[in-house]
């Protein structure tokens, strides 16, 4: 019985690693091009990876929901692909980490963690 109450929340977290891993796909993929026109951004396996890893995340977040209310869901993905995107775009991408980013994550986080208990 309780793999059926956990199911729902693998789902949701899985759904926010693809939306990370898009999201730093993206990223390389601007990183990478160097003729930044629409046909070839398409056409780039980094862009075409991404889609794929978005399309997958939301196939997950959509099946998710099938069991969790999307007042708690939302909120949860999205924090914790703001502190993923985050962290994993520093030691990625070199990107800057400051300190009112990581106050903020935190916030986010707290405000997460206060919106799943009501």
């Known amino acids: 019985m309780n793999q059926f109450l956990l199911m729902p929340w693998l789902l949701m977290v899985g759904s926010a690693y693809c939306n990370c891993a898009g999201s730093l796909l993206l990223k390389q993929s601007r990183l990478v091009t160097v003729n930044s026109s629409f046909w070839a951004t398409l056409i780039s396996p980094w862009f075409f990876t991404a889609l794929v890893i978005y399309s997958t995340g939301l196939l997950l977040f959509a099946k998710a929901l099938d069991h ?14 703001f502190l993923l995107v985050t962290v994993l775009s520093h030691y990625l991408f070199a990107e800057r980490l400051a300190i009112t980013q990581l106050v903020a994550l935190s916030l986010i986080l707290g405000g997460v963690i206060a919106a799943t208990r009501s």
Do not use: H, K, Q
């Open 68 to 81: 969790l209310p999307v007042s708690i869901a939302v909120p949860c993905s999205t924090g914790l692909g």
